[in-house]
Nanobody, 118 residues
């Protein structure tokens, strides 16, 4: 499975960004997809997930500001980020999770930097 991320960059506080993650080499619709982030000196943390059935889950810190969505026809998952603040600064990673022969398999995107200036 290959996950290629795009989007991200530098934005002022209060601004918006959209991240995209295009998947290949897998039956995209069968994967649960997610976004994680890792700030300097901190552990990687979950931001949002969307199941193969379209059910979403968000970290408390981003609920109401971020929206995860997927387009199965384009094999792509998105993360719309609004009302960004400096605490959202991190490297963001796309994740695909699927079960194969009883084993949970995970794949990661290359990561993309999001920097929010105050």
């Amino acid at each position: 499975v290959q996950l290629v991320q795009s989007g991200g960059g530098l934005v002022q506080a209060g601004g918006s960004l959209r991240l995209s993650c295009a998947a290949s080499g897998t039956t995209f619709s069968s994967n649960d997809m997610g976004w994680y982030r890792q700030a300097p000196g901190k552990q990687r943390e979950l931001v949002a997930t969307i199941s193969s059935a379209g059910l979403t889950n968000y970290a408390a810190s981003v609920k109401g500001r971020f929206t995860i969505s997927r387009d199965n026809a384009k094999n792509t998952v998105y993360l719309q980020m609004n009302s960004l603040n400096p605490e959202d600064t991190a490297v963001y990673y796309c994740n695909a999770a699927r079960v194969s022969r009883g084993t949970l398999l995970r794949s990661w995107g290359q990561g993309t930097q999001v920097t929010v200036s105050s």
